[in-house]
T-cell receptor
């Protein structure tokens, strides 16, 4: 069964540093998303991406965040200058344009900002 | 987006049927009801989706009464591995739409 993959599984960085979280969505999917989940809290939507541009973004997704699909397979989330409160699990998801509107989530990247 | 209310937690034993009810009094005409499951340290996983009456797949059943103001996820014969958080999501389902998660229901299955 096809799956979304994410790297790294755990990233530790210092406050103020830039991080790039990488995702490989399912190959025939057209819609891509990033969500995050702070430990013990709800899963929160960050951004959706379609046709090489952002479709929607949340209030969390400020100027410090950016997304990119640099090639036909990868989808990245960049945080320019990390803050302590960016520590969370970041999930990438993808979906296609048929069926049940199901979104397929990756295993997540745990980001720890020290 | 319709507000949803679910129990915070439920306990069950292996082999039992578990029913988790979600209230969504202000569901809109075009809204769908979707359930996701999340294991610790993993991404959410789609379980089932429906609009009205009953939907069944290999994992669960979803019961939606005629007024659609609530829905019940039914998990037949749960096992220890069904211990997870279950989320009820209600909203207009269009391709590319964001998912809005609530706090979910923590289901603990005991032996």
């Amino acid at each position: 069964e096809p799956e979304v993959t994410q790297t790294p599984s755990h990233q530790v960085t210092q406050m103020g540093q830039e991080v790039i979280l990488r995702c490989v969505p399912i190959s025939n999917h057209l819609y891509f998303y990033w969500y995050r989940q702070i430990l013990g809290q709800k899963v929160e939507f960050l951004v959706s991406f379609y046709n090489n541009e952002i479709s929607e973004k949340s209030e969390i997704f400020d100027d410090q965040f950016s997304v990119e699909r640099p090639d036909g397979s990868n989808f990245t989330l960049k945080i320019r200058s990390t803050k302590l409160e960016d520590s969370a699990m970041y999930f990438c998801a993808s979906s296609d344009a048929s069926g049940t509107y199901e979104q397929y989530f990756g295993p997540g990247t745990r980001l720890t900002v020290t | 987006l319709a507000k949803t209310t679910q129990p915070i937690s439920m306990d069950s034993y292996e082999g039992q049927e578990v029913n988790i009810t979600c209230s969504h009094n202000n569901i809109a005409t075009n809204d769908y009801i979707t359930w996701y499951q999340q294991f610790p340290s993993q991404g959410p996983r789609f379980i089932i989706q429906g609009y009205k009456t009953k939907v069944t797949n290999e994992v669960a059943s979803l019961f939606i009464p005629a007024d659609r103001k609530s829905s019940t996820l039914s998990l037949p014969r749960v096992s220890l591995s069904d211990t997870a958080v279950y989320y009820c999501l209600v909203g207009l389902m269009e391709y590319g739409n964001k998912l809005v998660f609530g706090a979910g229901t923590i289901l603990r299955v005991k032996s």
